[in-house]
């Protein structure tokens, strides 16, 4: 038997057709969501539909592109509706980690403790947890950025850190329920210490960041005049500003023109502080046999200190910084928009 004529095809034909296209567990989870007389109806016709022609799918498809244009998506309850669909795929508490980076208004407005606490100093979110169960600590450590998370259970007493981070590892599935009993429980504790606890906003990379999405100019009129203002602080602006990850930006060309400012020797300690796919860049503006000597001299190198590594890195970052105060180094698209 084979599928009727384009022009025949009822609803329940194409949404057959629309099903069997699909992947058979997101079938599978579609399927699962129709009423018994739905789920009969439609597997009736996905049996009986026969060979299925290539104008009857793309037939199916129009009839479902038509009716999304017709009637589009309706926007109300779509994070409760995204929150859902992610929660089947990676659990509840990927899910509302997830949710706070992609819609961080919408989750803060519901659990306002939560969304307060990832401004707190992770200091002070030490020791509001500190009598806390480890549990209940892990399960609000991980509604935190990985770094405040770190500080802040570095700022927990010693004995905490080890049952706390086992818990971390094997904590496993988390009812949304379970974190609201948390945020009323935090909630409370932040309203008792209300008035005393600070809040750390800004910062030397804040504004750095600001400075690096302004347009060149910003930076020209603002920088002179922080550095007689504070000249420390000037120093610090500019060490956030220009890192020396902000050097992958430069095309080979580029790249070419900064290395033949580097010594060896700096350009080796540098390039053993990152990750081998990232001196790719570095080696494509060399000759195949400098490259492969650069390659032999860094792995002869062995191990080296840290320290090491980052004082030649910022050396390299103020041979760029010369090059592109002189105009001979170019990054980004012109020298009126880099880092």
């Given amino acids: 038997m084979t599928a009727p004529a384009?022009?025949?095809?009822?609803?329940?034909d194409k949404a057959a057709i629309?099903?069997?296209?699909?992947a058979e567990e997101d079938a599978s989870r579609i399927l699962g969501q129709l009423?018994?007389?739905?789920?009969?109806?439609?597997?009736?016709t996905m049996c009986s539909i026969g060979d299925v022609q290539p104008h009857a799918i793309a037939d199916a498809i129009a009839g479902f592109s038509r009716s999304t244009q017709q009637n589009g998506l309706s926007g109300h309850g779509r994070v409760d509706s995204v929150r859902k669909i992610l929660s089947g795929a990676v659990g509840e508490v990927k899910t509302e980690n997830l949710m706070r980076q992609v819609a961080p208004e919408h989750e803060e407005a519901n659990l306002p403790a939560l969304g307060l606490l990832r401004w707190l100093d992770p200091k002070i979110i030490g020791e509001i947890l500190a009598d806390e169960h480890p549990q209940a600590i892990a399960v609000l450590l991980l509604q935190l950025d990985t770094d405040v998370a770190a500080a802040a259970l570095a700022a927990l007493p010693e004995d905490l850190h080890t049952p706390v981070l086992h818990r971390v590892a094997r904590l496993g599935p988390v009812s949304r329920q379970a974190i609201e009993i948390l945020e009323h429980t935090l909630n409370a504790k932040i309203e008792k210490?209300?008035?005393?606890?600070?809040?750390?906003m800004g910062g030397i990379k804040h504004a750095a960041d600001i400075i690096n999405r302004s347009h060149r100019s910003l930076e020209k009129r603002v920088?002179?005049?922080?550095?007689?203002?504070?000249k420390k602080l000037a120093k610090e602006l500019e060490n956030e500003m220009f890192k020396f990850e902000h050097l992958f930006a430069l095309d080979t060309k580029m790249t070419g023109v900064l290395l033949r400012e580097v010594?060896?020797?700096?350009?080796?300690?540098?390039?053993?502080?990152?990750?081998?796919?990232?001196?790719?860049?570095?080696?494509?503006?060399?000759?195949?046999?400098?490259?492969?000597?650069?390659?032999?001299?860094i792995e002869m190198r062995g191990r080296v200190k840290k320290a090491d590594v980052e004082t030649a890195q910022k050396e390299v970052v103020a041979i760029a910084k010369r090059l592109i105060a002189q105009g001979d180094l170019i990054m980004g698209e012109g020298d009126e928009d880099y880092v």
Avoid at 18 to 22: A, D, F, Q, R
Avoid at 223 to 230: Q, S
Avoid at 267 to 294: N, P
């Fill in 6 to 12: 384009s022009q025949l095809l009822g609803g329940t």
């Fill in 223 to 230: 920088m002179p005049t922080i550095n007689k203002i504070d």
């Fill in 18 to 22: 629309m099903v069997m296209l699909l």
């Fill in 193 to 200: 210490l209300h008035g005393t606890i600070p809040l750390t």
């Fill in 263 to 297: 010594e060896s020797d700096t350009l080796i300690l540098a390039l053993k502080g990152i990750e081998e796919d990232q001196r790719d860049q570095f080696f494509d503006a060399m000759s195949s046999r400098a490259a492969d000597g650069l390659r032999d001299e």
């Fill in 35 to 44: 009423t018994p007389d739905e789920l009969r109806q439609l597997a009736g």
